[in-house]
Structure formats: C-alpha cells, structure tokens
C-alpha cells in the first residue's frame, strides 16, 4: 500500500473500485471530502483505504449504503462494539430470511406453474 497520498485513479485501483464509485462514496458520505491538490485532484491516504475496504466488507454482509455510513460513524467516534453493532447484522438476516421465504413461495408458484403445463 503506497504511504503517500494517491489521486483518485490510483486510489480505485488500490481499493478494487471504479473511479465512478470513489465520487460516489464520497457523495454518500462513506469518505470524507478529498483534500485536492492546487491543480484541483483529489488525494487519498491509507486510512481512506481502510474505510472503503470496511465499507465493501460491510456490503457484502448485505448492509444498504445507508446502513454502511451509518455502521462507519458509529465506528468511528461512538465506541462501537460487537455488543452494540449486533443489531445491524440481526437487521440484515432478518430481511435475507424474508427473502428467502418470498423466494420459496415464488419457487412453489413456478413449479405448480409447470405442473399446470404438463397436465
């Protein structure tokens, strides 16, 4: 990981993201408004890479990016713990669990669908 400050191309490939992501991060507030350098470019550092790297992790486990921004602050400055951020995740099974359930019930409709059209 370079430990200078990075323009925006170098800072997406770093962290596996397109350029277009980066900008919109930052309009959502997963990253803080870039510094810029007197030519106007944005400069990224190593703790931008880390808060794209939680952020990604944090989508993956199936938080909205309004849930991700809200998880980063409260990681941040408001002691976060296991403990207190449990509920997030609670959240997201329980909306996977009634997914699953609509897919079940979508597959059972499919399938008699199906069933309909052999007889």
């Known amino acids: 990981m370079p430990d200078r400050p990075m323009k925006i191309g170098e800072f997406a490939d770093v962290v596996g993201v397109s350029i277009d992501a980066i900008r919109f991060y930052e309009r959502r507030g ?3 408004p870039a510094p810029r350098t007197a030519g106007g470019y944005r400069t990224f550092v190593q703790r931008d890479i880390d808060r794209v ?9 199936g938080l909205t990016i309004d849930e991700v921004v809200d998880a980063l602050a409260a990681h941040e400055g408001n002691g976060a713990t296991c403990t207190s951020e449990r509920w997030r995740l609670e959240q997201v099974e329980s909306r996977i669990d009634a997914q699953m359930t609509a897919l079940s019930h979508t597959r059972r ?7 309909a059209c052999d007889a």
């Open 30 to 32: 997963v990253l803080r």
């Open 53 to 61: 790297m939680l952020a990604r992790q944090l989508q993956r486990l």
């Open 109 to 115: 409709l499919i399938q008699d669908t199906l069933a």
